[in-house]
């Protein structure tokens, strides 16, 4: 029996690859209700570390992200795989939002692949700001959609969660059970070294570079 040519070997990885590709395009392309139609492989919620914020000033808010037990969800710089969350926010009039803060991730390893991940359930936090002269009881809504990628060790699956939380102008108080959640989720946040870091061209035309790290760090060769 004789050998196929090996153009048509050629043409068979190609197709191959092709169809592969348009697998992968089709499953990030799903519209949200096919996904939604699926379990879902990450629970979201959105909660406030008051509910009662005052006007003129601040409230902690946070998206936490439970992974179901084998799955995971990725941190903000997602490594060498994975996507990073897509988030829509609709906030009450004259109110301003930061930048959410995620969490330190874990490091996997697949494959060859460095990902940056969150195996167990997580927490990424803003601070809402209100607008002065609120009236107390003043209903605040708030809602986002989020896209986001939640994978397994063989299988990575694109979900879209839509959340809400009202709360009400009013004095500021906070539940201290909602405040050690939230200060267990902010301990959780990466901290600043506490020092700058130096460089340094030396006359052989090579770079020194100085970064202060925790005196429990282990520093391998750097070859």
Excluded at 65 to 87: E, F, K, S, V
Excluded at 147 to 169: F, H, I, M, N, R
């Amino acid at each position: 029996m004789g050998l196929p040519p090996s153009d048509a070997i050629g043409g068979g990885m190609i197709r191959l690859f092709a169809s592969l590709l348009a697998a992968l395009l089709i499953a990030f392309l799903l519209p949200p209700f096919a996904a939604g139609a699926q379990e879902r492989h990450m629970s979201v919620r959105l909660v406030a570390e008051s509910v009662i914020p005052r006007s003129g000033g601040e409230v902690a808010i946070a998206l936490v992200m439970t992974p179901q037990p084998g799955w995971h969800g990725y941190w903000l710089n997602t490594g060498d795989a994975g996507t990073p969350d897509r988030i829509q926010w609709t906030l009450p009039g004259g109110t301003a939002l930061s930048s959410l803060a995620y969490p330190v991730p874990e490091r996997l390893v697949v494959a060859g692949l460095m990902n940056y991940v969150y195996s167990q359930p997580y927490a990424l936090i803003g601070r809402l700001r209100l607008p002065p002269r609120l009236k107390p009881g003043t209903p605040l809504r708030l809602a986002a959609s989020i896209d986001y990628l939640v994978c397994s060790d063989t299988l990575c699956v694109p979900e879209k969660a839509d959340v809400a939380l009202d709360l009400t102008a009013g004095g500021g108080g906070i539940d201290p059970a909602m405040r050690a959640r939230f200060d267990t989720w902010r301990a959780a946040l990466p901290r600043p070294l506490g020092a700058a870091s130096r460089f340094a061209l030396r006359g052989d035309s090579r770079l020194a570079l100085a970064v202060p790290l925790a005196g429990t760090e282990q520093i391998g060769s750097a070859d």
